[in-house]
């Protein structure tokens, strides 16, 4: 079975860097997803990674460790708007997707 | 707004009776999917649509039965459900190339709640 790991919750201040950590323990790797859920909201796709290292995308930042099998997803610069939920998901050697229940963000200001 | 739609956004219903979710895509897409998501739960893949044709049923009981007419459309058909039932339930659909990096693009979904 597949086996994704991230924190519940986690609070910020507003302007402050907070950093979500995923692990995983899948069947294959083919690629890691980060997705963001506002309450009541889809959610919509933030960044994939499926080389090691960092991909950056304006205040976010996606990382991966294949060999760790972990990944953080950096939010910096953090705005009132970026209160939500992050979902790590992991697409395994059958092509399917995996999630982890999701780190509920809280800003404060 | 994603290309995703879904209808109703909230249903409540008693165990006896017998409704239905939408799912509509605007993208393009051949795959859509339905996953169930509770709270602090991860997300549960119920059923796959690739090109109109089911490709994964991931044990979900009878009293769910899907139904993909066209690769625009899919729904999700309710009858005799649980008060466990009560959950967010969310369509997502992709372009079904089944690459690696394929993006899920995911409905606002609809919160049922079973009394």
């Known amino acids: 079975g597949q086996n994704i790991d991230q924190p519940t919750e986690m609070t910020a201040t507003e302007g402050a860097i907070v950093q979500i950590n995923c692990t995983y323990q899948t069947s294959g790797f083919n690629g890691l997803f980060w997705y963001q859920q506002h309450a009541g909201e889809a959610p919509t796709f933030l960044s994939y990674?499926?080389?090691?290292g960092l991909e950056e995308k304006g205040r976010f930042s996606s990382f991966l460790s294949r060999s760790k099998g972990y990944s953080y997803l950096l939010l910096k610069e953090l705005q009132m708007k970026d209160s939500a939920s992050y979902l790590c998901a992991v697409r395994g050697d059958d092509y399917k997707l995996s999630f982890g229940a999701g780190t509920t963000v809280t800003v404060r200001a | 707004e994603t290309g995703v739609t879904q209808t109703p956004r909230h249903l409540v219903m008693g165990m006896t009776n017998k409704k239905s979710l939408k799912c509509e895509q605007h993208l393009g897409h051949n795959a859509m999917y339905w996953y169930k998501q509770s709270a602090k739960k991860p997300l549960e893949l119920m059923f796959v649509y690739n090109f109109k044709e089911q490709t994964e049923n991931n044990s979900v009981p009878s009293r769910f039965s899907p139904e993909c007419p066209n690769s625009s459309h899919l729904f999700l058909h309710l009858h005799t459900l649980q008060p466990e039932d009560s959950a967010l339930y969310l369509c997502a659909s992709s372009q079904g190339r089944g690459t690696g990096d394929e993006k899920l693009f995911f409905g606002s979904g609809t919160q049922l709640s079973v009394l």
């Open positions: 990674n499926v080389l090691d």
